[in-house]
């Protein structure tokens, strides 16, 4: 069984179950942001904050401990000699490592550029392919249902070299533009490939420039299915490994000079990032690379993607349970795929649910959840049609199985 005892069974080998806090212990670590929910309780599933890996890190105890001493990292610069010098060479290794083990990108050959999240790399690969501009803005567009924050995050800054240009399935390609492509994509969890014809450019020298948002491509979210190879590819720690607070993001760049300008935008806007960030997220993907270094084992609790994958199954078989005994919501079925990293058949576990409310008189389907004290997000966010919403599938044990009764509820 995965996560709790109501889990569906699943065909996964892990023993994700040990993991899961029972209510003591959460009671135990409500000082350390865990609150006790009551019945009554508005439970935000709004944003994609994966405190559900919590329980997991807590088990692993002192091994992902990092200790630095007060006189060591108090330089701006990790690796002078290197494009992105600010880049800690431990970090460069272990994520190189990291998708050698999983197989999710080409990681060898290629410029890492480390961030404070992906949302900066995004801005930073913005600058880098838009840079130094023509006499007009630089269309940004990603398909329909499109991240919500891209629209907010390309005009922020009200920049000359680019701007907010909608739907890639609409847009005309007779001028420059940046296709934003996001796989699996965010909200509905399908993977994605550009949409925008390339040879429809306008003669500019950005035109077809294409961004590829992979922050979901790992096996406990989807099956992995080739190790994926583009000109800019954006990872996130936070989706990775749950690590959201550590703001470590990084991409993996083709070019030279695409790396050089990305690295330019982060020393102007923050001076770097902050190497005890890097350090500790080097050290968790050294602990999670070890663990899978025994090949042809049956699975410990060590290896985190295992576990992972357990636990977002159990959650989607929870859900689809729930939804298939209700006439109101419908949700998005996913193809059965081999991933090569599990070695085994699978359908992709989101962590977004794209909920669908099916009675004509629900027009708003958040707004009917949050009638009901369950906080999503619009599908207007995301540039498409109101009946839908998106529901993060990664918060606490507690707050999910909360969900998972006021829905079964309506």
């Known amino acids: 069984m995965c996560g709790t005892e109501q889990a569906a069974p699943c065909t996964c080998k892990c023993k994700c179950s040990a993991f899961v ?3 003591g212990a959460l009671k ?14 508005i439970i935000n599933l709004d944003h994609g904050d994966p405190k559900m890996f919590e329980s997991y890190w807590e088990k692993m105890g002192e091994k992902c401990t990092v200790v630095i001493p007060g006189w060591r990292s108090m330089s701006y610069f990790s690796d002078a000699g290197n494009q992105c010098w600010f880049l800690e060479p431990q970090l460069a290794e272990s994520i190189r490592r990291l998708h050698v083990v999983v197989g999710n990108a080409v990681a060898e050959d290629r410029h890492v550029v480390v961030g404070n999240g992906s949302s900066q790399l995004f801005q930073a690969a913005l600058y880098a392919v838009c840079s130094p501009g023509g006499p007009a803005p630089v269309n940004v567009v990603s398909a329909v249902p499109y991240y919500s924050c891209y629209p907010e995050v390309t005009d922020f800054l009200k920049s000359g070299l680019y701007q907010w240009g909608g739907d890639a399935h609409s847009y005309n390609g007779k001028d420059p533009y940046v296709e934003v492509v996001t796989s699996p994509n965010n909200p509905d969890g399908f993977i994605r490939e550009s949409v925008v014809k390339q040879d429809q450019g306008g003669g500019h020298d950005v035109a077809g420039k294409l961004i590829h948002d992979l922050a979901y491509y790992w096996p406990h979210y989807t099956p992995i299915t080739k190790p994926v190879d583009h000109d800019i590819m954006l990872f996130t720690f936070s989706k990775c490994t749950g690590h959201a607070g550590s703001r470590i993001g990084w991409a993996l760049v ?5 790396a050089k300008k990305m690295t330019k935008f982060i020393e102007l806007n923050t001076i770097g990032v902050s190497k005890e960030s890097q350090l500790r997220a080097a050290k968790i993907m050294e602990v999670i690379y070890q663990g899978y270094q025994n090949f042809g084992t049956p699975a410990k609790l060590e290896n985190f993607f295992e576990y992972a994958q357990c636990l977002m199954a159990g959650r989607w078989n929870k859900l689809r349970e729930v939804v298939k005994n209700s006439e109101t919501f419908t949700l998005p079925q996913y193809p059965q795929e ?26 708003d389907c958040a707004s009917f959840l949050r009638r009901h004290k369950i906080l999503t997000r619009s599908g207007n966010r995301f540039g498409t049609d109101e009946k839908y919403t998106r529901i993060s599938m990664v918060d606490r044990e507690d707050v999910f199985n909360l969900f998972l009764k006021r829905l079964s509820a309506i």
């Open 28 to 41: 135990a670590t409500a000082n350390n942001g865990r609150l006790n929910l009551s019945p009554d309780s």
């Open 21 to 23: 806090p029972d209510n």
């Open 254 to 258: 083709k070019d030279k000079e695409v």
């Open 338 to 363: 081999y991933c090569y990293f599990s070695r085994q058949s699978s359908q992709a576990h989101p962590a977004f649910a794209w909920l669908k409310c099916n009675k004509e008189e629900i027009e």
